[in-house]
């Protein structure tokens, strides 16, 4: 349901902290590090290397931030023309290079996740007195991680899926096992089967409840969103459709809490935090805030403000203000004054948009899409969706509802790119082609580092 970003680590733990992608942290002397059979001696060890994978996720530069800000500036929602921090810039120009910190940050620390998961299924059956229970709820919590951080790495590094008839067109290196050899690039079809593969596997085995970590609805709802991803409407539809009918969550009525301190009814799976010292959130809340100096790092654009705010009833226009200045600051992630907030990384409103969006696109339980859609239409206190409208504009209303109710949660680059596949070849992203070579990120140095013959994204930019 939930990841509780307490983690209490190992000691040898700091052997996983300095991981890439291809894992070359062990390229050091093994004179310094602590031996194995102190290193996971016990069940409990073996849960807090888990748990530092969990931990992994709401660093800054994966799932607390970067992995979020990093779509809307490569996308239509931040303010260009005010972008000082020079990384970035490189985003929103799309000229990103193997030397910038974003990248690299973003590969490096989603490559934690899945480096600390495959080091502990490589060595589970070594842990003493490690239960097959814990083994088969480790195992699934583990495939869970390591799915969320290949799909969400891939859709920045490969161009989507669909771009090409058969997905053969690079992704990125899967990573299944803990080693240092040198990897080709997976096609972005590989990956996502790999994906699919760690997920279900996770939504099999899961239990419903998990005091706290990411259970079988968790592992639905990523299934549900990669399925989307992929354009595929009826396994999309079928897994929003079974939390949202059977796993209990309800919908927040409270549009303003769903990035709370406090959190929200509706979150699947989220990143907890309890105090400024906890990761989770912290980048969302800080870039996005007027600092003390009266300056943000990022604004939003006119075409995110306009989209949002086009009904003056609307209570998501709340989550804006413009200065005098024409600038225009986010407040969707700022809590209190406070740096810290729960995340939810799967929740009903996306669930609802999801599930709407594939009836509609097959045609089926058109009713039900617009109720979905009216349900949060209701609470943002805009006029509904009537139910004769026909399957083609509730895919249109849908994706208006989706631009406004999902932005800044790091969906708007991606949510193109699957809209262009889907039918729209000739879609532009702020003047550029969709499919242009600096839509896709360029591979980082630390990952050509550890594969130097990595096959590296073309450049070029979006001109």
């Not at 190992?10 to 890439?20: P, Q, R």
């Not at 085995?205 to 990523?222: I, R």
């Not at 009525?253 to 406090?262: G, K």
């Not at 809590?335 to 509609?360: F, G």
Request: proline share 4%; with cysteine.
């Amino acid at each position: 349901m939930r990841y509780i970003g307490q983690t209490l680590l190992l000691l040898g733990v700091f052997i996983l902290c300095t991981t890439s992608c291809n894992e070359d942290f062990l390229a050091v002397n093994p004179d310094n590090l602590v031996g194995f059979e102190e290193f996971l001696d016990s069940p409990e060890s073996a849960q807090e290397l888990l748990n530092s994978a969990y931990a992994a996720l709401t660093y800054d530069d994966f799932l607390g931030g970067n992995a979020w800000i990093v779509s809307e500036l490569m996308a239509d929602n931040i303010d260009g023309v005010r972008l000082t921090n020079g990384d970035y810039r490189a985003h929103y120009t799309r000229t990103t290079d193997i030397f910038l910190s974003t990248t690299r940050n973003l590969m490096h620390n989603a490559g934690k996740v899945h480096a600390r998961v495959n080091y502990l299924f490589d060595n589970m059956d070594r842990v003493p007195n490690l239960g097959d229970e814990d083994k088969a709820r480790m195992t699934a919590e583990g495939k869970f991680l390591r799915g969320v951080s290949h799909f969400e790495l891939v859709r920045f590094f490969g161009q989507p899926y669909g771009y090409t008839s058969d997905n053969s067109h690079p992704g990125i290196t899967i990573h299944t096992s803990f080693d240092q050899s040198s990897k080709p690039r997976n096609t972005v079809g590989e990956v996502y089967a790999q994906v699919i593969a760690d997920l279900t596997d996770a939504a099999n085995s899961l239990p419903t409840e998990n005091n706290g970590y990411a259970t079988s609805w968790a592992a639905k709802g990523m299934l549900a969103k990669v399925y989307f991803q992929m354009n595929d409407f009826e396994n999309a539809y079928a897994m929003a459709n079974d939390i949202i009918e059977n796993s209990g969550f309800m919908l927040d009525p409270d549009i303003f809490t769903r990035f709370s301190q406090n959190g929200t009814t509706e979150a699947v799976f989220q990143l907890i935090s309890i105090d400024d010292n906890d990761n989770a959130g912290n980048k969302l809340a800080n870039d996005y805030r007027v600092s003390q100096t009266g300056v943000a790092t990022l604004y939003m654009s006119s075409d995110a403000f306009d989209a949002a705010t086009n009904n003056p009833n609307d209570l998501r226009t709340q989550w804006f203000e413009e200065l005098e200045t024409g600038s225009v600051i986010f407040h969707k992630f700022v809590t209190d004054n406070q740096s810290w907030m729960q995340v939810p990384i799967v929740h009903l409103t996306e669930l609802k948009l999801i599930r709407a969006e594939s009836a509609a696109e097959l045609e089926v339980n058109v009713e039900q899409a617009i109720n979905d859609l009216n349900d949060l239409r209701s609470r943002a206190g805009v006029p509904l969706v009537a139910s004769s409208v026909p399957a083609l504009a509730v895919i249109e209303f849908t994706r208006a509802d989706r631009r406004v109710e999902l932005i800044g949660e790091g969906n708007r680059l991606h949510e193109l790119k699957r809209q262009a596949v889907n039918g729209n070849p000739s879609l532009q992203i702020r003047g550029a082609d969709w499919d242009c070579p600096g839509m896709v990120c360029q591979l980082p140095d630390n990952e050509l580092q550890g594969n130097p013959d990595m096959e590296l994204n073309p450049q070029g930019g979006c001109n």
